[in-house]
């Protein structure tokens, strides 16, 4: 176990929609990042926030977006929902944003019919 | 990011020690080399990371070539719980994007009795 949780772990939805993925770090990381993981694509970096901010940005679609909230946990807006969208999102943590090692959680399996 | 190279697979007999290799011969100065694997249908987990000398831990050894333009990553005895995709990742340090994890291919090791 990590430390880091993701809820929902699965998820199944359709065209059009709009969804939310909630990522909780381990105690005391300030770093967030988000992952998805496609069969095509593998595993990409999409997003970093470290103590509420935005830190760094990788390919993460303009119709994706995400937060860290004050208690630290995060969230992955995913709308306008299309089928390559359906995937493996996962969250990682870790203390701070220099080469520490990242901890992930189980991820959330989104599909998109 | 440098690029690193990997075979796609590899088979090892339960108990036997296994080599997985990776060249990175673009590999720069404030490049290090991380280690992560990602277990069947889990997120990926932080196995070892290294800059020029060799390292060990608990749960593994990375071997770096002198020239740091391949590495090692040694499991001495591999049991079937090591079955997993082993991801080697380099991390400038000298990036102000340092913390993210640029995820190849990797190497998915099969491990028979």
């Known amino acids: 176990d990590s430390g880091v949780t993701q809820t929902p772990k699965h998820l199944i939805t359709a065209t059009g929609q709009r969804v939310t993925l909630r990522c909780s770090p381990r105690s005391g990381d300030l770093s967030v990042y988000w992952y998805q993981q496609s069969l095509d694509q593998g595993l990409q970096f999409l997003i970093q926030y470290y103590n509420g901010e935005e830190r760094a940005k990788g390919n993460i679609l303009e119709r994706f977006s995400a937060q860290q909230f004050p208690d630290l946990h995060s969230e992955l807006n995913l709308s306008s929902l299309e089928l390559g969208d359906s995937a493996l999102y996962f969250c990682?943590?870790?203390?701070?944003?220099?080469?520490?090692?990242?901890?992930f959680g189980p991820g959330t399996r989104l599909l998109v019919l | 990011d440098a690029k690193t190279t990997q075979p796609n697979s590899m088979e090892s007999n339960e108990e036997e020690p296994v080599h997985l290799p990776c060249n990175h011969s673009?590999?720069?100065?404030?490049?290090?080399i991380h280690w992560y694997r990602q277990l069947p249908s889990q997120g990926p987990e932080y196995v070892i990371h290294g800059l020029t000398s060799n390292v060990n831990n608990r749960m593994a050894s990375l071997a770096i070539a002198e020239d740091r333009k391949s590495s090692t990553l040694i499991l001495h005895r591999a049991t079937l719980r090591d079955a997993a995709v082993y991801y080697c990742i380099l991390r400038d340090i000298g990036s102000g994007t340092a913390s993210k994890l640029t995820f190849g291919t990797g190497t998915r090791l099969q491990v028979t009795l």
């Open positions: 673009t590999i720069s100065g404030t490049d290090y």
């Open positions: 990682a943590s870790s203390a701070g944003t220099v080469q520490e090692t990242q901890y």
